[in-house]
Nanobody
Framework: QVQLVESGGGLVQAGGSLRLSCAAS????????MGWFRQTPGKEREFVAY?????YYADSVKGRFTISRDNAKNTLYLQMNSLKPEDTAVYRC?????????????????WGQGTQVTVSS
């Protein structure tokens, strides 16, 4: 069982930056594929990025967002730069066991509750 808790969301102006964190419980954090997804009301959860031995990004965030992890601290990060109003969403981290399907919500076993990111124009 893995518990995930996100933090770092908030209100920022367009062009600004935020860093999200996802703190994980358990002693096997390093073995998990970790991902970030986002969701707005009325829309499906959208893939943002995942990290395993390598990283993979959605085209909409490539070049602006950076996913990273600190296995010693059991923490996942998402550095978000050059934010746009369309990045406004609830951001959730997730843990899965394989990179197969890691761009889809079904590829993950555990989810955090989410943190709100709001980008004003």
């Amino acid at each position: 069982q893995v518990q995930l808790v996100e933090s770092g969301g908030g209100l920022v102006q367009a062009g600004g930056s935020l860093r999200l964190s996802c703190a994980a419980s358990g002693r096997t954090f390093s073995s998990y594929v970790m991902g970030w997804f986002r969701q707005t009301p009325g829309k499906e959860r959208e893939f943002v990025a995942y990290i395993s031995g390598s990283t993979y990004y959605a085209d909409s965030v490539k070049g602006r967002f950076t996913i990273s992890r600190d296995n010693a601290k059991n923490t996942l990060y998402l550095q978000m730069n050059s934010l746009k109003p369309e990045d406004t969403a609830v951001y959730r981290c997730a843990a899965g066991r394989t990179t197969t399907g890691a761009r889809d919500t079904g590829g993950y076993n555990y989810w955090g509750q989410g943190t709100q990111v709001t980008v004003s124009s």
